[in-house]
């Protein structure tokens, strides 16, 4: 069935350090890619949708500056956590969704991003 | 707007009894009903779906859900629970249908404990 891979699944890091983290659909093409951020015990909170070839759409209250998306390819897209901040801390998932109509997305693993 | 609530923020029930985790939901239009389990620190694993058609939806692991459009309704039920399948549910909905690129709108999630 179709996989999406997340790498990597666990980054830390000092305060100041840009992150990158990668998600890819490893047997179909994804032109549309999400991109969620998870507090503990919580709920997925959609942070932008990843448009292949054009710029993502983020959604209200998300810093664009702060989490730099690029969906260079119908296969790969990454966000980038930049100059990262304690607060940056927590759980990122991405998905795509499956080939054809009315499919489920398909999640990474998820990547816990701890800055010091 | 729409939104999904997932009333019962943990669900305990005893290994080998049914169990119900419950999801209402309020979208403009025909929705499009997901269920989605996630274990710790690992991305959604997608269970079942309702598009159209029958009310009782058979997905993974032998859950199922029912959709009763009245009481805008879509839980999800085992009838033999088994402590494997503690873990964190999720209910999504996405509400106007757009191809399959359409944005998930979660619940809160709801923690189901199944001791032995």
């Known amino acids: 069935g179709a996989v999406v891979s997340q790498h990597p699944s666990r980054v830390i890091c000092k305060s100041g350090t840009s992150v990158k983290i990668e998600c890819r659909s490893l047997d179909f093409q994804a032109t549309t890619m999400f991109w969620y951020r998870q507090f503990p015990k919580q709920s997925l909170m959609l942070m932008a949708t990843s448009n292949e070839g054009s710029k993502a759409t983020y959604e209200q209250g998300v810093e664009k500056d702060k989490f730099l998306i690029n969906h260079a390819s119908l296969t790969l897209s990454t966000l980038t956590v930049t100059s990262a901040h304690p607060e940056d801390s927590s759980f990122y998932i991405c998905?795509?969704?499956?080939?054809?109509?009315?499919?489920?997305?398909?999640f990474g693993d998820g990547t816990r991003l701890s800055i010091l | 707007a729409q939104s999904v609530a997932q009333p019962e923020d943990q669900v305990n029930v005893a290994e080998g009894n049914p169990l119900t985790v419950k999801c209402t939901y309020s979208v403009s239009g025909n929705p499009y009903l997901f269920w989605y389990v996630q274990y710790p620190n690992r991305g959604l694993q997608f269970l079942l779906k309702?598009?159209?058609?029958?009310?009782l939806v058979k997905g993974s692991y032998g859950f199922e859900a029912e959709f009763n459009k009245s009481q805008t309704s879509f839980h999800l039920k085992k009838p033999s629970a088994l402590v494997s399948d503690s873990a964190l549910y999720f209910c999504a909905v996405r509400g106007t249908p757009s191809g399959n690129t359409g944005k998930l709108i979660f619940g809160q999630g709801t923690t189901l404990q199944v001791k032995p």
């Open positions: 309702y598009i159209t058609g029958d009310n």
């Open positions: 998905s795509a969704p499956g080939t054809g109509g009315n499919q489920p997305q398909h």
